[in-house]
T-cell receptor
């Protein structure tokens, strides 16, 4: 298996809902990432996990809560989101978190907050 | 670090012509420079990358050049085809991945 998968593909949620995004890879990668991408903009890094430990949180609001239950899975728990949080949420993984290591992206979850 | 400038933001070329996209960066410690292609509604896909120990790398119609002294690197696409139409992002992979602002390339048949 040489790809990163994400579910769901699309998600519509209200501002009071709680939902989760899921990401999975079976390439043995030990670094996993969450990015947020608005239309016509580059991906913006949100969180980095290295060996299942959170190593970077790029000042993301607490309504986004990441979780890495094991080396293959990465979740992003969502609660009390705002309409401006609507975006494409991309998961990525790399062999390790190190300088010069290629990142592989999942297909993304298109999130709409109403 | 975080400053990766990418130009142009939009680019239209006739099919068969070449396209060139340029990026500049500020972190002297950066040593990995990937280029991603993102088609509408799809994931970014790595198309070519270069490390700081080489000045140029080529893969069929795609090439990347790196000038570490001037801190800039460029993507060159020759013999462009309509399927090359997409948004292209450069990135600087030092301690973090920082993406350029993107170039929307349109290849006109």
């Amino acid at each position: 298996d040489t790809e990163v998968t994400q579910t769901p593909k699309h998600l519509v949620m209200g501002m009071t809902n709680k939902k989760s995004l899921k990401c999975e890879q079976h390439m043995g990668h030990r670094a996993m990432y969450w990015y947020k991408q608005k239309a016509k903009k580059p991906p913006e890094l949100m969180f980095v996990y290295s060996y299942e430990k959170l190593s970077i949180n790029e000042s993301v609001p607490s309504r986004f809560s990441p979780e890495c239950p094991n080396s293959s899975l990465l979740n992003l728990h969502l609660h009390a989101l705002q309409p401006e949080d609507s975006a494409l949420y991309l998961c990525a993984s790399s062999l390790v978190r190190a300088v010069g290591i290629e990142q592989y992206f999942g297909p993304g979850t298109r999130l709409t907050v109403t | 670090g975080e400053n990766v400038e990418q130009h142009p933001s939009t680019l239209s070329v006739q099919e068969g012509d070449s396209a060139v996209i340029k990026c500049t960066y500020s972190d002297s410690a950066s040593n990995y420079f990937p280029w991603y292609k993102q088609e509408l509604g799809k994931r970014p896909q790595l198309i070519i990358d270069i490390r700081s120990n080489v000045g140029e790398k080529k893969d069929q119609r795609i090439a990347v050049t790196l000038n570490k002294t001037a801190k800039h690197f460029s993507l060159h696409i020759t013999e462009t085809q309509p399927e090359d139409s997409a948004v292209y992002f450069c990135a600087e992979g030092g301690n973090q991945f920082y993406f350029g602002t993107g170039t929307s390339l349109t290849v006109i048949p």
